[in-house]
């Protein structure tokens, strides 16, 4: 992989995404005295540069902090990153019911606050991915039991039929809800079920996770595109957003930030070795390379470049040269370098979660945000040489 880069480049990419990992601990939230501010451990969702207000964290943004905390941990053995990660992690605790009493949903993880009485399972399960990676470089057995109470969650309520659970709600009645429409995306909720087997080499999590596969190989174009439903064309179009909606034509249904999807057909190619799952994986990429970056979403690129990256170190190719082609456009100048703001300086403007701009105005330019931040991170940790990726790699944190 990166057969362009020197050890010069890579010792820049990995002082980059250090400088995400510093974002993390710096916009932490909840450091008052006496600690009684129940965002104590919160990461942001996203910050407004112009005028410093900001949205707090949700369940994924958690996760997601996890996973770049935990490798820079790893790498650099710094107790700011572990200290960090494991306030945050204490914040998926508050959120995560582990009341016993609750058959059905026990080991679910509540979307927003405490207070709030459902939980969405992709977003969830990517908080249950970064306490797996928090485990893999702390061995403390309650990051651990948490996570696989979150997976013995999605185990207990999988159906050969309908897949994954899709949402939970909690009171004054257990509700387990399956995905609606189809979403191909819904799949990464598997993504977890491969980490922990990974670690405790139970086979009882597999066959959730190649249901998963197997459901995102059957929203693939021939031309290796993924489609965002499964039978898109079925429903009316979608609005421009994120994750599709963008383009022209067909290409409107297809997925552009896929929420690192092709984790799950590597870990079904990984487990089985069954060629389906690494050609879709190898066309998926070349469509890619093919046919991006576009401008917009921003977050597309990083997670494509993330993409490309660990399919080319499966399947034996080296996809790099694009990645490192359009990195400076679409990743590194990207990252706030030149601030004074220790909340804006080290992370990475974009995301378009209102599609050009956020709840405060302003383009996505005017915001460092959790999603460019953590894509961005795991690219350059991979470029470094010296890390994955974590929670959002087939490989997690090794």
């Known amino acids: 992989m990166a057969t362009r880069l020197t050890p010069k480049d890579r010792a820049r990419f990995l002082r980059r995404a250090l400088k995400a990992a510093n974002w993390y601990v710096n916009t932490q939230l909840g450091d008052y005295r006496p600690n009684w501010n129940a965002d104590r451990g919160r990461f942001l969702y996203y910050y407004f540069m112009p005028d410093g207000r900001h949205v707090p964290g949700i369940n994924w943004t958690q996760g997601r902090a996890l996973f770049v905390l935990s490798e820079a941990y790893r790498l650099t053995g710094k107790l700011k990153y572990r200290a960090a990660a494991e306030l945050g992690a204490a914040y998926i605790a508050a959120l995560q019911v582990m009341d016993p009493r609750f058959k059905k949903t026990a080991g679910a993880i509540k979307e927003t606050t405490p207070q709030v009485n459902w939980g969405g399972v992709l977003d969830g399960a990517q908080a249950a991915s970064g306490l797996l990676m928090l485990e893999k470089v702390t061995r403390d057995p309650r990051h651990l039991r948490r996570g696989q109470a979150f997976c013995d969650y999605l185990l207990r309520n999988f159906s050969p039929r309908k897949g994954l659970p899709w949402l939970a709600s ?76 963008r383009g022209k034509g067909d290409d409107i249904h297809v997925l552009r930030n896929d929420d690192a999807i092709m984790v799950v057909a590597l870990a079904a190619y990984q487990e089985t070795r069954k060629r389906k799952y690494l050609d879709a994986a190898v066309r998926y990429a070349d469509w890619i390379v093919n046919n991006g970056p576009l401008d917009r979403p921003l977050c597309a690129f990083p997670v494509q470049a993330n993409n490309v990256l660990d399919i080319g170190r499966v399947a034996g190719k080296d996809y790099s040269a694009w990645v490192l082609d359009n990195l400076k456009d679409h990743l590194l100048d990207l990252q706030v370098l030149k601030s004074s703001d220790p909340k804006a300086h080290g992370g990475f403007r974009g995301e378009d979660e209102e599609n050009e701009g956020g709840i405060f105005g302003g383009t996505s330019f005017d915001y460092v945000t959790n999603r460019m931040t953590c894509y961005s991170a795991g690219a350059l940790f991979r470029l470094s040489g010296k890390g994955t990726g974590a929670g959002f790699s087939v490989f997690g944190l090794r």
């Open 170 to 245: 909690f009171e004054p009645a257990e509700k387990i809800e399956y995905n609606p429409k189809g979403y191909c995306m819904a799949q990464c909720a598997a993504i977890p079920l491969w980490h922990l087997y990974c670690r405790t080499g139970e086979r009882r999590y597999l066959p959730p996770l190649l249901w998963a596969a197997d459901f995102i190989l059957a929203c693939q174009r021939d031309d290796g595109a993924i489609y965002y439903l499964k039978d898109p064309h079925a429903f009316p179009k979608p609005r421009m957003n994120h994750h599709e909606g």
